[in-house]
C-alpha cells in the first residue's frame, strides 16, 4: 500500500506571494492532518479534514485555508507568505477515531 | 488544556547502551499514547502504540514503552541502541471523548556516539 504523499517536497517563495502544497493519502483513509512544524514551536495543528469538510481546525490565521476533494486528497494553501510560515509543513493520515495517524515526508517552504 | 511533556530535548547515549525516553500527559480520562519517530528532513513513523490491553508496548526497531496510568506516563524503552537510533522521537496522546486530534511533546532528540 502506498504511504502518504506530498508535494512539493521543497518549495522558495517571496514574502506576499501565496503557495499551494498537496497531499495524497493513504487508500481508505478519510481524514487528512495538516501541521506545521518549526524548531521553535514544535509540531503545531492547523486542520483536521473529513469526507471534504473541516472537522477541526486549530489556532492559525485565516492566511491558512485547505480542502478536501472527493477522492481524499487534499491541499492547503496559505497566502500573504511571511518569514515566520517557512517550516516543514506535514500531512498525515487516518481512518479516523484514535487510530494512528500515517505521515507524509512534508514539504519544507522557505520564505525570503 | 491538554499536554504532553517530554522532560528531556535531548539524550546523548553511547552505542550497545540502553536508553529511556519520559513523556508525561496531563489527563486522566482515557487516552490513546503514540511514538513516532523523525528521521533527517523526513516525516513522522509510527514507532509503537496504546490503545487498550497490555500496558507493555513493543514496536518496531526493538523499542518497547509501558503506559502507567497512574503516573500519566509513556516512557519509551530500547534495551541496547544502535547509531542509526540518532533522531528526533515524539510522544502524542489522543484523548477519547473528543475530538481525537493528538497532542504531540516537544520532541526528544537521542543522539547515539560510537
Known amino acids: 500500500k502506498a504511504g502518504v504523499t506530498q508535494t512539493p517536497r521543497y518549495l522558495i517563495k517571496t514574502r506576499g506571494q501565496q503557495v499551494t502544497l498537496s497531499c495524497s493519502p493513504i487508500s481508505g483513509h478519510r481524514s487528512v492532518s495538516w501541521y506545521q512544524q518549526t524548531p521553535g514551536q514544535g509540531l503545531q495543528f492547523l486542520f483536521e479534514y473529513f469526507s471534504e469538510t473541516q472537522r477541526n481546525k486549530g489556532n492559525f490565521p485565516g492566511r491558512f485555508s485547505g480542502r478536501q476533494f472527493s477522492n481524499s486528497r487534499s491541499e492547503m494553501n496559505v497566502s500573504t507568505l511571511e518569514l515566520g510560515d517557512s517550516a516543514l509543513y506535514l500531512c498525515a493520515s487516518s481512518l479516523g477515531g484514535p487510530n494512528e495517524q500515517f505521515f507524509g515526508p512534508g514539504t519544507r517552504l522557505t520564505v525570503l | 488544556a491538554q499536554s504532553v511533556t517530554q522532560l528531556d530535548s535531548q539524550v546523548p547515549v553511547f552505542e550497545e547502551a540502553p536508553v529511556e525516553l519520559r513523556c508525561n500527559y496531563s489527563?486522566?480520562?482515557?487516552?490513546?499514547l503514540f511514538w513516532y519517530v523523525q528521521y533527517p528532513n523526513q516525516g513522522l513513523q509510527l514507532l509503537l502504540k496504546y490503545l487498550s490491553g497490555s500496558t507493555l508496548v513493543k514496536g518496531i526497531n526493538g523499542f518497547e514503552a509501558e503506559f502507567n496510568k497512574s503516573q500519566t506516563s509513556f516512557h519509551l524503552r530500547k534495551p541496547s541502541v544502535h547509531i542509526s537510533d540518532t533522531a528526533e522521537y515524539f510522544c502524542?496522546?489522543?484523548?477519547?471523548?473528543?475530538?481525537?486530534?493528538?497532542?504531540f511533546g516537544r520532541g526528544t532528540s537521542l543522539i547515539v556516539h560510537p
Open positions: 489527563s486522566s480520562v482515557s487516552v490513546y
Open positions: 502524542a496522546v489522543r484523548y477519547s471523548g473528543g475530538s481525537y486530534i493528538p497532542t
